[in-house]
C-alpha cells in the first residue's frame, strides 16, 4: 500500500519535470518569444543542464508512469472495501485515476513539445 502510494507521488511527480524541463520553455518560445525563455533560463539556470538529459527524464517517467498504472487498473482485492462498506475505496480509487490520467496528460504534453513539435514546424516550413 504504502509503496504504491510512493510510486503514484514518484509518477506525477517526474511528469511534471518533464513538462517543466520541456514543455513550458518550448510554449514560452512559441506564445512569447525568445525573450521569455532568456527570462526564464536566468531566472532558473538549472532547466539548461536538466533539459540535456531529458531523454533520461522521459523514460524514467514513462517507467514510472506505467508502473502507477499497472498498480491503480489491476483488480485488486475487495476485502478491505467489504469492510467499511466500499465508500472509502471507491473514493481513494477514484483520486488515483485521476492522478494517474493526469500524469499521463503532462507526460504526453511535455513529450508532444519536447519530440514532436520542431519536426512537425519543419514539415509546414516545407510548403
Known amino acids: 500500500m504504502f509503496r504504491e502510494k510512493v510510486l503514484r507521488f ?17 510554449t514560452l518560445a512559441a506564445v ?29 517517467s514513462g517507467i514510472l508512469i506505467i508502473m502507477s498504472a499497472v498498480f491503480t487498473l489491476r483488480p485488486q482485492s475487495k476485502l478491505v472495501c467489504t469492510i467499511n462498506g466500499g465508500k472509502t475505496c471507491e473514493a481513494a480509487s477514484g483520486f488515483s485515476k485521476f492522478m494517474l490520467y493526469l500524469s499521463v496528460g503532462i507526460f504526453l504534453v511535455g513529450f508532444f513539445f519536447a519530440y514532436l513539435l520542431t519536426p512537425i514546424l519543419r514539415w509546414i516550413a516545407t510548403f
Request: one cysteine or more; proline letters at 7%; glycine letters at 8%.
Open 10 to 26: 514518484f509518477a506525477l511527480f517526474s511528469s511534471t519535470g518533464t513538462l517543466l524541463c520541456c514543455a513550458l520553455p518550448a
Open 32 to 60: 512569447a518569444g525568445g525573450s521569455a525563455v532568456a527570462s526564464l533560463i536566468s531566472t532558473f539556470p538549472l532547466l539548461i543542464p536538466i533539459s540535456r538529459e531529458k531523454g533520461w527524464i522521459f523514460l524514467i
